[in-house]
């Protein structure tokens, strides 16, 4: 069974930075966009960032100028790099992936659980 295993979040100041991370775990094929989307509390999940597999990224406009994408293809992974942290900022950050598995297999969208971000004094 594949998963994305992300990491990073936690209680920010305003102002501050945090930078996450995400990996699948499980054997697989290959992997192809990869971006991350948040989720605050009584709102609809959002993208925040996506990246291709050439390292094309595209932005939310909400956090253009703030944050990174960037990925490492020999690690399968994809990170969040996020700078001058805003409260509204705060929302469970998902990681999400497109897997084959085999070589034979569909592309798959897969999510991870969520990492926890809190931007407040």
């Known amino acids: 069974q594949v998963q994305l295993v992300e990491s990073g979040g936690g209680l920010v100041q305003p102002g501050g930075s945090l930078r996450l991370s995400c990996a699948p775990s499980?054997?697989?094929?290959?992997?192809?966009?990869m971006g991350w989307y948040r989720q605050a509390p009584g709102k609809q999940r959002e993208l925040v960032a996506t990246i291709t597999t050439d390292g094309v990224p595209k932005y939310a406009e909400s956090v253009k100028g703030r944050v990174t994408i960037s990925r490492d293809n020999a690690k399968l992974s994809v990170y969040l790099e996020m700078n001058a942290l805003k409260p509204e900022d705060t929302a469970v950050y998902y990681c999400n992936a497109e897997i084959r598995r085999r070589a034979n297999s569909p592309r798959l969208t897969y999510w991870g659980q969520g990492t926890q971000v809190t931007i407040s004094s």
């Open positions: 499980g054997r697989i094929f290959s992997i192809n966009t």
